[in-house]
T-cell receptor, first 111, second 111 residues
Framework: DAGVTQSPTHLIKTRGQQVTLRCSPK?????VSWYQQALGQGPQFIFQ???????QRGNFPDRFSGHQFPNYSSELNVNALLLGDSALYLC??????????FGNGTRLTVT | GQQLNQSPQSMFIQEGEDVSMNCTSS?????WLWYKQDPGEGPVLLIA?????ELTSNGRLTAQFGITRKDSFLNISASIPSDVGIYFC???????????FGSGTKLNVKP
């Protein structure tokens, strides 16, 4: 049973560029949440998707957007990248009977 | 936003010793989760707690949901070298879908 899978594992982008990160949830999970983890800190909630809609959003600017597909997979898009966007981006899936299960993340470096 | 105060920030212990760490908040949570994160990987769920006063074990790990619902504790008994890593608590407010994470407790175990 595959867990949460994320791609790519690492990414290097330049300031001002745009990036798309992808996530496939754990089998049986229908909800996907995205978190940003800066070095040495705990994960910070970006947003959550359920039934292809953004259900809740954290304190992140509109440059951060997402999408959920009918197969429950999800994308995180970040526009106009800033140096401060460099972080580990974690995807977590869940359902009503199961708490958050995380993938191994995408390490984004903005230069 | 909400803050979870996790302590201690780091611990250096001898193999075989017991470990205790905790998270506190000024808000009342209805779910507490505990995770372990190894370098280069995503957080792995250790224990989930859903009711005030609940005490749950997972092998050598035991966690409790505080009676006030504002805190939670994680204990590790008879530590071994593979317990090394960063431990995070996460709390969920009632009627909110997102989890707030503590800043982590870095555990070092000397063989």
């Amino acid at each position: 049973d595959a867990g949460v899978t994320q791609s790519p594992t690492h990414l290097i982008k330049t300031r001002g560029q745009q990036v798309t990160l992808r996530c496939s949830p754990k089998s049986g999970h229908d909800t996907v949440s995205w978190y940003q983890q800066a070095l040495g800190q705990g994960p910070q909630f970006i947003f959550q998707y359920y039934e292809e809609e953004e259900r809740q959003r954290g304190n992140f600017p509109d440059r951060f957007s997402g999408h959920q597909f009918p197969n429950y997979s999800s994308e995180l898009n970040v526009n106009a990248l800033l140096l401060g966007d460099s972080a580990l981006y974690l995807c977590a899936s869940s359902n009503t009977n199961s708490p958050l299960h995380f993938g191994n993340g995408t390490r984004l470096t903005v230069t | 936003g909400q803050q979870l105060n996790q302590s201690p920030q780091s611990m250096f212990i001898q193999e075989g010793e017991d470990v205790s760490m905790n998270c506190t908040s000024s808000s009342i949570f209805n779910t507490w989760l505990w995770y372990k994160q190894d370098p280069g990987e995503g957080p792995v769920l250790l224990i989930a707690l859903y009711k005030a006063g609940e005490l749950t074990s997972n092998g050598r790990l035991t966690a409790q949901f505080g009676i006030t619902r504002k805190d939670s504790f994680l204990n590790i008994s008879a530590s071994i070298p593979s317990d090394v890593g960063i431990y995070f608590c996460a709390g969920q407010l009632a009627n909110f879908n997102k989890f707030y994470f503590g800043s982590g407790t870095k555990l070092n175990v000397k063989p």
